[in-house]
Nanobody, 114 residues
């Protein structure tokens, strides 16, 4: 049973930066395509960025140029560096495979507000 643990969220002002991390245990992290997802209040969960097991990367149009996804297979960890944050980026951020097939973790709350 793979366990996902997200960390690094917080409160930041518009235009600020945050990095969230995701650690996976109980599975062979390196063989999976992985993704960062988010769920904003009152909205469905959506894919924000994905990174393939060979390193290919795609971003949702609404974060392209502002967010950077990366992974460290030796540490079973994935990161999402978020810059130029906007109030509409406020959400709980989750990691999972792409497409999602593992149980969801608790997520990391990111709040962008002045």
């Amino acid at each position: 049973q793979v366990q996902l643990v997200e960390s690094g969220g917080g409160l930041v002002q518009p235009g600020g930066s945050l990095r969230v991390s995701c650690t996976a245990s109980g599975g062979i992290f390196s063989i999976y395509d992985m993704g960062w997802y988010r769920r904003a209040p009152g909205k469905q969960r959506e894919l924000v960025a994905a990174i393939g097991r060979r390193g290919g990367i795609v971003y949702a149009y609404f974060v392209k140029g502002r967010f950077t996804i990366s992974r460290d297979n030796d540490k079973n960890t994935m990161y999402l560096e978020m810059n130029s944050l906007k109030p509409e980026d406020t959400a709980v951020y989750y990691c999972n495979t792409d497409p999602a097939q593992w149980s969801w973790g608790q997520g990391a709350q990111v709040t962008v507000s002045s």
